[in-house]
């Protein structure tokens, strides 16, 4: 199921996506007495951290039963302002009861292969899986951002980590990614096993790299790497007005 929501600001669309946030917990923790979720980086999330921290949504949810990782990391340490594990603990997870057992960060400051194998066997804990196996670790949510250059979590176009299909995270150390920094990322397939995958995205800035995922555009004559993640669950991009672009497609 996809479907495309857009909204007349950045603050309306982190509300929506709170709101259903708050709902997408309540029934995964029903189902499955737990909800696992991957955060993402950058700077559009934190208007939705915020919110979730907020009186209204956070007393909403029972922040015992979250397990909360990431999409992918920085290779820096977690008190960097570049660290996307920084921002969800300074925008939200200081904020809300949530144990710190349930919070497993990306150790970027291990550096990406180092890092990235740690991850693995994060994964393989939280889900109870055996990497190599062919199985794939199924988040209930994964929120995602969408670059101006069509990336999403730290998959770049070119990049060799957009072919990796065994591997649940994998270390990105391309020369020409900018901002030149290391990173570790879930592996395509892993985005593609989540039963919610939500792309946020906001801006102007981001209307062309949207109407080229959203068309099927190639880049290097492959498509853009957001356009690579087709789970089997549900897809929702959250778009507001300033990054919608005329003629999208509202479903
Ligand atoms: C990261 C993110 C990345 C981000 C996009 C959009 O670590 O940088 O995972 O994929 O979501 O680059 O970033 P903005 O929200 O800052 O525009």
Not at 40 to 62: H, K, M, N, V, W
Not at 63 to 85: A, F, H, I, M, Q
Not at 206 to 231: D, F, I, N, Q, W
Request: hydrophobic letters at 45%; proline letters at 7%.
């Amino acid at each position: 199921m996809r479907a495309i929501r857009v909204f007349d600001s950045l603050s309306s669309l982190s509300r929506a996506v709170a709101e259903q946030f708050v709902e997408a917990a309540r029934d995964a923790i029903a189902a499955r007495g737990r909800f696992v979720v991957a955060l993402s980086g950058g700077s559009t999330p934190r208007t939705l951290y915020e919110q979730l921290a907020a009186p209204g949504f956070a007393d909403r949810i029972d922040w015992t039963k979250l397990l909360v990782l990431w999409g992918d990391e920085r290779c820096v340490n977690p008190d960097d302002p570049r660290s996307n594990y920084g921002l969800a603990r300074s925008a939200l997870l200081d904020h809300v009861p949530i144990p710190g057992s349930n919070v497993r960060r990306i150790e970027g400051e291990r550096g990406p292969h180092a890092a990235a194998d740690d991850y693995e066997r994060v994964l393989g804990e939280v889900f109870g899986l055996h990497a190599g196996r062919g199985e794939m670790p199924c988040f209930d949510l994964i929120l995602l951002g969408l670059g101006k250059d069509g990336h999403t979590a730290s998959l770049f176009a070119g990049s060799p980590a957009l072919r990796e299909e065994k591997r649940w995270a994998v270390d990105v150390t391309m020369a020409d990614m900018d901002p030149r920094v290391p990173r570790v990322t879930l592996a395509i397939p892993v985005l593609n096993a989540a039963r919610r995958v939500w792309f946020l995205v906001s801006g102007q800035g981001k209307r062309e790299a949207l109407r080229a995922v959203m068309r099927g555009a190639p880049v290097h004559s492959a498509p853009y790497p957001a356009g690579l993640v087709r789970p089997r669950g549900e897809l929702v991009w959250f778009v507001d007005e300033a990054a919608a672009f005329p003629g999208m497609p509202t479903a």
